[in-house]
């Protein structure tokens, strides 16, 4: 029997998900920080299992196919927030995260280039043995430009804190007649 705490978690977190407003990730990160400890891969078994709203899976055997039955507990979630989710699960099932969150973890993705082969940095995460590690590199396999992106940010943090107002009219001007006259030359 699920603790009710834990059980109001569990409703709220179906809850979030249902408006399709977050990814599964994003949900659990709210219930931890409701106190929900879940890892991953028991919250991603939450979400998908049916006796929250009622229903007992019977697993497959060799004469009988799987079975679902209807529990004499009361659940804590509508069969029809049940369905809901399942249906969102398996149309996100393929989408990745949502773009904002890819954007808050690598704001200068797309702005900066490659001083290796001068094409445009992506970034990525990558698992190391106990934490992951964010990344900045090339989007060509052949290019092995590769940057931390805590290096990469805080570069660019200290430049940015160089520039003064005076320098930064001089490069709106600077930007303002570039402008002007690669306009021009398209007209001619």
């Known amino acids: 029997m699920i603790k009710q705490p834990q059980a109001d978690l569990i409703k709220w977190a179906f809850d979030q998900f249902a408006t399709g407003t977050y990814s599964i990730n994003q949900v659990r990160m709210m219930t931890v920080q409701k106190e929900l400890q879940c890892s ?3 919250f991603w078994k939450i979400l998908h299992n049916p006796i929250y709203c009622g229903i007992i899976t019977v697993k497959a055997t060799k004469d009988e196919d799987i079975q679902y039955v209807k529990g004499i507990h009361k659940p804590i979630i509508s069969e029809s927030l049940y369905r809901k989710v399942q249906l969102l699960l398996k149309s996100k099932r393929k989408q990745r995260e949502s773009k904002l969150q890819t954007k808050s973890l690598f704001p200068l993705r797309g702005f900066i280039t490659c001083p290796f082969c001068e094409r445009t940095l992506t970034g990525s995460t990558s698992q190391g043995k106990h934490k992951k590690y964010s990344y900045y590199h090339c989007n060509t396999s052949k290019c092995k430009g590769r940057f931390r992106n805590d290096f990469l940010e805080k570069s660019y ?8 107002l005076p320098m930064y009219m001089n490069f709106l001007s600077s930007f303002s007649k570039m402008k002007i006259y690669s306009q021009l030359e398209e007209k001619h």
């Open 40 to 42: 991953k891969n028991n």
């Open 157 to 164: 943090e200290s430049l940015l804190k160089k520039i003064t």
